[in-house]
Nanobody
Framework: QLQASGGGLVQPGGSLRLSCTAS????????MGWYRQAPGKQRELVAG???????NYADSVKGRFTISRDNGKNTMYLQMNSLKPEDTAVYYC??????????WGQGTQVTVSS
């Protein structure tokens, strides 16, 4: 039901655009967000967007990442610019907030390294 894609290996300062497709039952009902989990760390919400398009960002990515959604296509995006090594993580998409019973997709790996 949730499929994230677009990750890869990029040099510091580079850019990537992630995409997320979700079922209509999720996308049409909930605020959505991008989460990430780095090795040895807990999963964290980095950006969220309401159905109406209001956005919020974690301080660590503010000014560098932009979240958007296309409700007609049940698709959400994360434009990531000025990437840093500390952005390296597996990125997931899900509703906001996501609870313990919510299912997570496989995620997409983002690696920032020279």
């Amino acid at each position: 039901q949730l499929q994230a894609s677009g990750g890869g290996l990029v040099q510091p300062g580079g850019s990537l655009r992630l995409s997320c497709t979700a079922s209509g039952s999720i996308f049409g009902t909930y605020a959505m967000g991008w989460y990430r989990q780095a090795p040895g760390k807990q999963r964290e919400l980095v950006a969220g967007i309401t159905r109406a398009g209001r956005t919020n960002y974690a301080d660590s990515v503010k000014g560098r990442f932009t979240i958007s959604r296309d409700n007609g296509k049940n698709t959400m995006y994360l434009q990531m610019n000025s990437l840093k090594p500390e952005d390296t993580a597996v990125y997931y998409c899900n509703k906001v907030p996501a609870g313990p019973r919510d299912v997570w997709g496989q995620g997409t790996q983002v690696t920032v390294s020279s």
